[in-house]
């Protein structure tokens, strides 16, 4: 398993590295390995046909990498499964390079190695909680996007693009012109608010108006849940109906004032677990002139100002 390659610089810096390294014939049989192999591979390698070691569901793909190599394209690169000797099942990343003679007839090919388990294993716990992640947003109804620093590019799943009011197939996950479709009186804010985000500088958190593709205004939530590899991930929600809750909460309440200033009345809140009373700014003095001797100032039911009603 010897040999003057370890004379070899590249050779050697294969080795100081812990690196596997070996070399093999037109017909991928094993002419040479290095020590490292044989750690992992065992003695008795020589000869052997190198995609003949590799798991049956890892073989065609790897020697059609290796048979693609060719002077103007001279080097792959592979990943596959490998049983140790130990019986565990490890993987591998190889960079393999073609040698040519002066006809461009292949020579022999050259390849270096590296154990890649426990980047596969993280690679894999990733994808796993990635699903999972999908799959809990997709009970929720939320949609997802993703935001890609460089590029500044936006890309949305279907059901973004379907709170949007764009259709998936038209829109390709991405949608032009994104600030053009903001609301004009959310645009400054919502600008302003993602350049902090974009730099690092602030959390994205934010509820703003956006027009679809048909011309209608919806209402979203949109919220940034990862922010790794050069990329920003979130979450939006159509928060139209709630938005439309409030704005007529909020008109009941300014025809209720109307009213009450209209009739000349004042309003109460009495919160029967606290004994907290709230009172409109007529309500003293309509009071105070219905009972003179009414002490109001100081009382607790009248300094005590709490919100909560009352439930039963």
């Given at each position: ?8 610089p590249a050779w050697?810096?294969a080795d ?17 390995a290095?020590?490292?192999?044989a ?11 190198f995609p003949?070691?590799?798991p049956?569901a890892d073989?065609?793909?790897n020697?059609a990498?290796i048979r693609a190599?060719?002077?103007d394209?001279?080097?792959?690169t ?9 019986g565990?099942?490890?993987w591998q ?6 040698v ?13 190695g ?8 993280d ?8 699903i999972?992640l ?12 993703e ?12 059901r ?5 009011g764009?259709?998936?197939g ?13 609301h ?18 602030g ?16 209402w ?14 979130g ?5 139209s109906?709630?938005k439309?809750?409030?704005e007529?909460?909020?008109e009941s309440?300014?025809r209720?004032?109307?009213a ?7 309003l ?8 907290g ?7 003293p ?5 219905a ?9 607790p039911?009248?300094?005590?100002a709490?919100?909560?009603r009352?439930?039963?």
């Amino acid at each position: 398993m010897t040999s003057d390659r370890s004379r070899d610089p590249a050779w050697a810096v294969a080795d100081a590295r812990r690196e596997m390294s070996c070399r093999f014939d037109p017909e991928l049989r094993l002419l040479w390995a290095d020590r490292h192999c044989a750690s992992v591979d065992g003695d008795d390698m020589i000869g052997l046909c190198f995609p003949e070691m590799l798991p049956p569901a890892d073989r065609a793909a790897n020697e059609a990498a290796i048979r693609a190599i060719v002077p103007d394209h001279p080097r792959t690169t592979t990943r596959h499964r490998f049983t140790a000797r130990d019986g565990r099942v490890t993987w591998q990343e190889w960079t393999i390079h073609g040698v040519f003679d002066a006809l461009g007839n292949i020579v022999e090919y050259h390849a270096l190695g590296r154990d890649v388990t426990s980047e596969m294993d993280d690679e894999e716990r990733r994808l796993a909680a990635e699903i999972r992640l999908r799959r809990a947003i997709a009970a929720t109804g939320l949609g997802t996007w993703e935001h890609t620093l460089s590029t500044k590019i936006d890309c949305f799943d279907a059901r973004a693009l379907e709170i949007l009011g764009f259709h998936a197939g038209g829109s390709s996950g991405h949608i032009p012109a994104w600030t053009e479709r903001v609301h004009p009186g959310d645009l400054d804010r919502v600008v302003a608010q993602w350049e902090k985000a974009a730099a690092g500088e602030g959390h994205w958190d934010c509820e703003y108006r956006v027009r679809t593709e048909s011309g209608a205004w919806v209402w979203i939530h949109s919220i940034a849940i990862d922010r790794s590899g050069g990329k920003i991930v979130g979450i939006l929600s159509d928060i139209s109906d709630r938005k439309r809750a409030e704005e007529r909460l909020r008109e009941s309440e300014r025809r209720l004032q109307f009213a009450l200033e209209a009739a000349d009345e004042g309003l109460w809140d009495f919160d029967v677990r606290s004994g907290g009373m709230e009172l409109s700014d007529r309500s003293p003095t309509c009071w105070v002139s219905a009972a003179p001797g009414l002490p109001m100032a100081g009382s607790p039911w009248c300094t005590r100002a709490i919100r909560l009603r009352s439930t039963r």
